[in-house]
């Protein structure tokens, strides 16, 4: 008997980027671009390529690489999701060995500003993952969307009280501190209310990614602003919910959010001068890290 076996594999091609320029036939000089990194991970019958050195089922990754090309080439690449669905369908129909598929594509955020001039609004980005497995056909995936890398800060309309208080406690209740966050949200979609992997194929679910993916960075920045902020906890779990709300076809919405902490400096050293909190010392680090994944209960679905 073998001493070892394969518990689980997969491969494919990461990091593979493109810039594609589209372009309006009636409008030649009005274009959109997008700048995207596209992973492409293949599941399947591939065995015997780890187990007996035997490569005759690999597609190379070399060939995957190729194959987002053309396909970035061919197809429409906007919004991601519709060119995440068009791979998965493509590379489990084309090869009987590919039995899944898991991908990842993350567009940068180029901003236009004229008819074909552009601002790259970085580090802020937009990704969307899939996982998908042929046996259950294209109406079972799990799709993710996720807003990711938007940094902002409020410098005052945040509080933190009335937590619990041990002998290791230092920390000073405040109503008044600045908050500061990079804002990771991420929408994951009820495929049996957003529609198969050939309906996202064809375009027809494009007005769902365009409004929820805008909704979600505007409830995000609206809550931020807005509300006199408890706690990063109860923000972001108000900002999932006003999401749930307003998109029927997600099924959760996570935010992981890092609390940047900036600290009050004393300044009463000189001549007993008040801070008044205006000045702030950036911390680097340590940082808070708060997560939390919100659901739609039974009644309100
Ligand atoms: O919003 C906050 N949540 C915490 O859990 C926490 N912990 C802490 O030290 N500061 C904060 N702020």
């Known amino acids: 008997m073998a001493y070892s076996y394969l518990e689980s594999s997969t491969y494919g091609k990461d990091n593979v980027k493109f810039l594609k320029v589209k372009k309006d036939p009636q409008n030649p000089k009005k274009h959109e671009v997008m700048e995207a990194t596209v992973k492409v991970l293949l599941k399947g019958a591939f065995e015997t390529s780890y187990t007996e050195a035997d490569n005759a089922s690999i597609v190379p990754t070399d060939t995957v690489k190729n194959t987002i090309l053309i396909h970035a080439k061919k197809c429409d690449t906007f919004p991601i999701e519709k060119f995440a669905a068009e791979l998965a369908l493509h ?3 084309k090869y009987e060995q590919v039995h899944g598929v898991t991908i990842k594509i993350i567009q940068d955020k180029w901003v236009k500003y004229e008819d074909h001039s552009f601002v790259l609004e970085s580090p802020e980005k937009k990704v969307c993952t899939l996982d998908y497995d042929l046996v259950n ?6 799709m993710s969307t996720i807003l990711k890398d938007l940094t902002v800060l409020k ?4 509080m933190f009280y009335g937590y619990n208080k041990c ?7 405040t109503t008044d501190r600045v908050l500061s966050t990079d804002i ?5 979609w009820n495929p ?10 064809k375009g027809l679910k494009d007005h769902i990614f365009n409004k929820t993916f805008g909704n979600t960075r505007d409830i995000t920045l609206k809550i931020f602003a807005e509300e006199n902020s408890p706690s990063v906890q109860a923000t972001m779990y108000n900002m999932a919910t006003e999401i749930l709300k307003q998109n029927s076809e997600l099924e959760f919405v996570s935010y992981e959010l890092p609390n940047k902490h900036y600290i009050l400096f004393d ?4 001549h007993g001068l008040d801070n008044d909190n205006e000045l702030f010392y950036p911390s680097p680090h340590p940082n808070g890290l708060i997560k939390c994944r919100v659901g739609r209960n039974q009644s309100k679905l």
């Not at 056909?137 to 799990?142: D, F, S």
């Not at 410098?155 to 945040?158: C, G, I, L, P």
């Not at 990771?184 to 994951?188: A, E």
């Open 267 to 270: 300044l009463k050293w000189h």
């Open 137 to 142: 056909g294209p109406q079972v995936y799990q």
């Open 91 to 93: 590379f489990t129909a």
């Open 155 to 158: 410098s005052t309309n945040s």
């Open 167 to 173: 002998d290791y406690t230092t920390l000073k209740p």
């Open 184 to 188: 990771m949200s991420t929408l994951d």
């Open 192 to 201: 049996t209310k957003l529609g198969s992997l050939v309906d996202i194929r």
